[in-house]
């Protein structure tokens, strides 16, 4: 799998840990902490922000604020603010890639196969897919553009469905290094592989991120190195939440050009980008989009890069890649 992990190849000796579940991953947290930033265990904090956020925007937990939005028949619906900045960045994400970065598509995940936790999905059962039917249904539902943001008051229409998990990890990997974190000057935050960075110069090399084989997960085959910079960096393959329903191969990147999981030559996309949350939702663009529109759209994003890795072996790199990969 093509995945971004944290390479400890430089002195962090001087900063502090921090490591705990949420998001449905491992969230891990590097900073060089002054010792009145550690007495006032910022985090501890981090982390209780984070639980509680999984808490409130997992579709998998009954009864919280996504829940009851997405079980809510429609009309003014009174959000909290999390939500609504959610909800703004989901729109937005939305016009920037063209719809193509589309949060509607439970329907799709659930019919597919993705219909629990994925901790939970011990073994597919007998059921049948009907690719056709999926496709048919998810054009008849409401998309996030129908969705209306006046203030504090959001619309919603009737039968609108979301998911947020495209977006949650990198969202709450910048609010922590924007916000809570946001005098630390040596920061390494993970969420699953959504990195926040910044800091830890090194002469100017900044953090090393390694990038590893797809097929050879124990082989690192490229390092990014951050420059000193602030940094997100994401990456979206379809070798971990995926599945076989009958003949039926399902992953958790719906194209919602078709309703159905992205099938195209890409196994995974691994993206670079001035935030998280912009790195996690282009890295999902490009794989749906497919190599050529892929391209065509990160390198249209000036402050943005992509590797790209290929069923095939092949890997590509976009235009602004090839600076990131020089120490």
Same mark, same amino acid.
Request: glycine share 10%; no cysteine.
């Given at each position: 799998m093509a995945v971004n992990y944290f390479a400890a190849s430089y002195n962090i000796t001087d900063m502090i840990w921090k490591k705990f579940n949420a998001l449905g991953t491992e969230v891990i947290i590097v900073a060089a902490l002054t010792p009145e930033q550690e007495q006032k265990?910022?985090?501890?904090?981090?982390?209780?922000?984070?639980?509680?956020?999984?808490?409130?925007?997992?579709?998998?937990?009954?009864?919280?604020?996504?829940?009851?939005?997405?079980?809510?028949?429609?009309?003014?619906?009174?959000?909290?603010?999390?939500?609504?900045?959610?909800?703004?960045?989901?729109?937005?994400?939305?016009?920037?890639?063209?719809?193509?970065f589309e949060p509607a598509v439970i329907g799709s995940l659930e019919s597919s196969g993705y219909d629990r936790s994925f901790d939970d999905i011990k073994k597919q059962d007998e059921r049948q897919v009907n690719p056709g039917q999926i496709t048919e249904e998810f054009f008849r539902q409401p998309r996030i553009s129908e969705l209306e943001i006046s203030g504090d008051k959001v619309i919603k229409p009737a039968g609108l469905?979301?998911?947020?998990?495209?977006?949650?990890? $990198?969202?709450?990997?910048?609010?922590?290094?924007?916000?809570?974190? $946001?005098?630390?000057?040596?920061?390494?935050?993970?969420?699953?592989?959504d990195l926040f960075i910044r800091g830890n110069d090194q002469a100017s090399r900044g953090w090393k991120v390694g990038v590893q084989d797809p097929y050879k997960p124990e082989r690192e085959i490229f390092?990014?190195?951050?420059?000193?910079?602030?940094?997100?960096?994401?990456?979206?393959?379809?070798?971990?939440?995926?599945?076989?329903? $009958?003949?039926?191969?399902?992953?958790?990147?719906?194209?919602?050009?078709?309703?159905?999981p992205a099938d195209n030559d890409i196994l995974a996309v691994t993206a670079i980008s001035s935030s998280a949350k912009r790195a996690d939702i282009f890295a999902k663009t490009v794989l749906i989009l497919g190599e050529r529109l892929g391209l065509d759209f990160i390198d249209a994003?000036?402050?943005?890069a992509a590797l790209l890795f290929f069923k095939d072996g092949r890997t590509v790199f976009s235009q602004r890649a090839l600076p990131y990969l020089r120490a």
């Amino acid at each position: 799998m093509a995945v971004n992990y944290f390479a400890a190849s430089y002195n962090i000796t001087d900063m502090i840990w921090k490591k705990f579940n949420a998001l449905g991953t491992e969230v891990i947290i590097v900073a060089a902490l002054t010792p009145e930033q550690e007495q006032k265990k910022l985090l501890d904090q981090a982390e209780k922000i984070v639980l509680d956020f999984d808490k409130k925007f997992s579709r998998f937990v009954a009864g919280n604020e996504l829940n009851r939005f997405n079980n809510f028949s429609g009309g003014e619906f009174k959000a909290s603010e999390t939500l609504i900045d959610l909800l703004k960045e989901a729109k937005r994400a939305n016009v920037l890639t063209k719809g193509i970065f589309e949060p509607a598509v439970i329907g799709s995940l659930e019919s597919s196969g993705y219909d629990r936790s994925f901790d939970d999905i011990k073994k597919q059962d007998e059921r049948q897919v009907n690719p056709g039917q999926i496709t048919e249904e998810f054009f008849r539902q409401p998309r996030i553009s129908e969705l209306e943001i006046s203030g504090d008051k959001v619309i919603k229409p009737a039968g609108l469905r979301l998911d947020l998990g495209g977006l949650g990890k $990198g969202y709450m990997a910048d609010f922590l290094g924007e916000h809570l974190l $946001g005098r630390v000057s040596d920061l390494w935050i993970s969420a699953g592989g959504d990195l926040f960075i910044r800091g830890n110069d090194q002469a100017s090399r900044g953090w090393k991120v390694g990038v590893q084989d797809p097929y050879k997960p124990e082989r690192e085959i490229f390092a990014v190195y951050t420059k000193g910079e602030k940094v997100g960096i994401a990456t979206s393959g379809i070798f971990k939440r995926k599945g076989r329903i $009958g003949g039926f191969f399902w992953h958790h990147l719906i194209d919602p050009r078709s309703g159905l999981p992205a099938d195209n030559d890409i196994l995974a996309v691994t993206a670079i980008s001035s935030s998280a949350k912009r790195a996690d939702i282009f890295a999902k663009t490009v794989l749906i989009l497919g190599e050529r529109l892929g391209l065509d759209f990160i390198d249209a994003q000036t402050d943005s890069a992509a590797l790209l890795f290929f069923k095939d072996g092949r890997t590509v790199f976009s235009q602004r890649a090839l600076p990131y990969l020089r120490a």
